[in-house]
T-cell receptor, first 112, second 114 residues
Framework: GQQLNQSPQSMFIQEGEDVSMNCTSS?????WLWYKQDPGEGPVLLIA?????ELTSNGRLTAQFGITRKDSFLNISASIPSDVGIYFC????????????FGTGTRLQVTL | DVKVTQSSRYLVKRTGEKVFLECVQD?????MFWYRQDPGLGLRLIYF???????EKGDIPEGYSVSREKKERFSLILESASTNQTSMYLC?????????????FGSGTRLTIV
């Protein structure tokens, strides 16, 4: 089955820094989502994107749906210790109803 | 607060055992999913269900089966557990009612096969 290419795989950053991660696919998606997984918990939805070119914010988080519909980006501004976790992108392929394909994840660690 | 509840957070079973992982949602969602999560591989879909008694194979169904006898409950079955099925298992549900907004996940079951 298809998986999305997500990068970077992991990153260590200092508190207060901005973070960028991205996700690419060989297939076109009609919906992109970004999830965060805290240690020992299931993923929680952060942002959903429904149109190519769409830019959406949720507090310090900003995500974009790529124009080609084959990629998406997530930015976190002014990181704080509670941003630690694994971030997953997910895409919904046209015609697959509600089935999502997930990226491999970006593990974020924040140092003080 | 809407929820997806997985019956066990941690489980240790022996090779060859038949293992049941249970998932219950209280949101009246029609769609339910089972994923496994492994480091570096992300989340991979095992099975999913769009309705009671319906099931469809995901990307990695080998060695697994599922049961959905009631709308709120979706069970994952390891017919004869093997060590390569040691993993984190995540259940999720979703609905198209009121517009689609992704999945709601349970907290996961960390399964170890010894």
């Amino acid at each position: 089955g298809q998986q999305l290419n997500q990068s970077p795989q992991s990153m260590f950053i200092q508190e207060g820094e901005d973070v960028s991660m991205n996700c690419t696919s060989s297939s076109i998606f009609n919906t992109w989502l970004w999830y965060k997984q805290d240690p020992g918990e299931g993923p929680v939805l952060l942002i959903a994107l429904y149109k190519a070119g769409e830019l959406t914010s949720n507090g310090r988080l900003t995500a974009q749906f790529g124009i080609t519909r084959k990629d998406s980006f997530l930015n976190i501004s002014a990181s704080i210790p509670s941003d630690v976790g694994i971030y997953f992108c997910a895409g919904q392929l046209t015609g697959t109803a509600s089935k999502l394909t997930f990226g491999t994840g970006t593990r974020l660690q924040v140092t003080l | 607060d809407v929820k997806v509840t997985q019956s066990s957070r941690y489980l240790v079973k022996r090779t060859g055992e038949k293992v049941f992982l249970e998932c219950v949602q209280d949101m009246d969602h029609e769609n339910m999913f089972w994923y496994r999560q492994d480091p570096g591989l992300g989340l991979r879909l095992i099975y999913f269900s769009y309705d009671v008694k319906m099931k469809e194979k995901g990307d990695i169904p080998e060695g697994y089966s599922v049961s959905r006898e009631k709308k709120e409950r979706f069970s994952l079955i390891l017919e004869s557990a093997s060590t390569n099925q040691t993993s984190m298992y995540l259940c999720a549900s979703s609905t198209w009612r009121g517009g689609w907004n992704g999945y709601t996940f349970g907290s996961g079951t960390r399964l170890t096969i010894v």
